[in-house]
């Protein structure tokens, strides 16, 4: 199983980026998937999840109404849409595949990060 995270970069304090997450090496539309970051010094925390065919979908509270979480299943790619960004924002961003269709937290696959930096 490969998950790889891109799209980081860095953007001023309300802009946008989107995180792209292509995963391989299992069947994609069977399992939910999630992202997570890590900002320096912190706890890595929970941002969203998607289950296995996007019916579903959880936010953190600290992101709901400015991230979106999507799935392209033909593409095998997971995706993050960050509107209205800011400086707490600023972390490593990872993809994460649950162990089922549903998100339960068993996440059993992680993808390397991709650094999304947000400047004030």
């Known amino acids: 199983v490969q998950l790889q995270a891109s799209g980081g970069g860095l953007v001023q304090d309300g802009g946008s980026l989107r995180l792209s997450c292509a995963a391989s090496?299992?069947?994609?539309?069977?399992?939910?998937i999630a992202w997570f970051r890590q900002a320096p010094g912190k706890d890595r925390e929970f941002v969203s999840s998607?289950?296995?065919?996007?019916?579903?979908?959880h936010y953190a509270d600290s992101v709901k109404g400015r991230f979106t979480i999507s799935r392209d299943n033909a593409k095998n790619t997971l995706y993050l849409q960050m509107n209205d960004l800011k400086s707490e924002d600023t972390a490593v961003y990872y993809c994460?595949?649950?162990?089922?269709?549903?998100?339960?937290?068993?996440?059993?696959?992680w993808g390397k990060g991709t650094q999304v930096t947000v400047s004030s």
């Open positions: 994460a595949k649950d162990s089922s269709p549903n998100f339960h937290g068993g996440m059993d696959y």
């Open positions: 090496g299992y069947i994609f539309n069977s399992y939910a």
């Open positions: 998607i289950t296995f065919g996007g019916a579903s979908t």
